[in-house]
């Protein structure tokens, strides 16, 4: 039997995972704070259904990120507190965002996010660290494709600058 080969919850976290999944509970609680904001910023109703279920998954990470902390005795990050709910209408025309921006926003997290899982994929010796960021590598490319979907739809997608082959 090799070394770290018995059951992956009994064996030690390595400083790597714990910086990793420590940094992304952080991440994800001022996300959720981020999201609620750009909720009350809003318009559209499709991109609004798509943000609270960007929170509701990032509330579900974090549960399985606690409970992998707290068994291992490592303390939690701090989370900013609930935002309230305001009307769009309140909000100022110069201090609103605007939904293109707001969609914009939420795709690059998604991005980084996959990134991130990424990261904390490779760097992990426990499988069933590894297997959780694999679990949330697949919901976030699941949920960036139904964003991009949107954006294209919106017409909000600005794309890079297209290969056009000229003509002969």
Known sequence: MGILSGKP??????????FGTWTNLLT???LIAGYQVYINHTGDQDLK???EEAIQGLKNENKQIEEL????????PPAPPDRPVAK????????????????????KDVA???IVCSQLIGQSIREDVA????QFHLAKAQFGAKMLKLNKEKGWLIPPPLQVKASE
Request: aromatic share 6%; net charge negative; glycine share 14%.
């Open 112 to 114: 980084a996010g996959l």
């Open 88 to 107: 769009l209408e309140d909000i100022p025309v110069g201090a609103k965002y605007s939904d293109p921006e707001i969609s914009a926003s939420v795709s």
């Open 131 to 134: 297997m959780m960021y694999g």
């Open 28 to 30: 994800n609680n001022g």
């Open 9 to 18: 919850q009994d064996e030690p976290m390595h400083y790597g995972e714990i």
């Open 49 to 51: 259904k798509l943000i």
């Open 69 to 76: 902390l707290k068994t291992n005795g490592i303390g939690l």
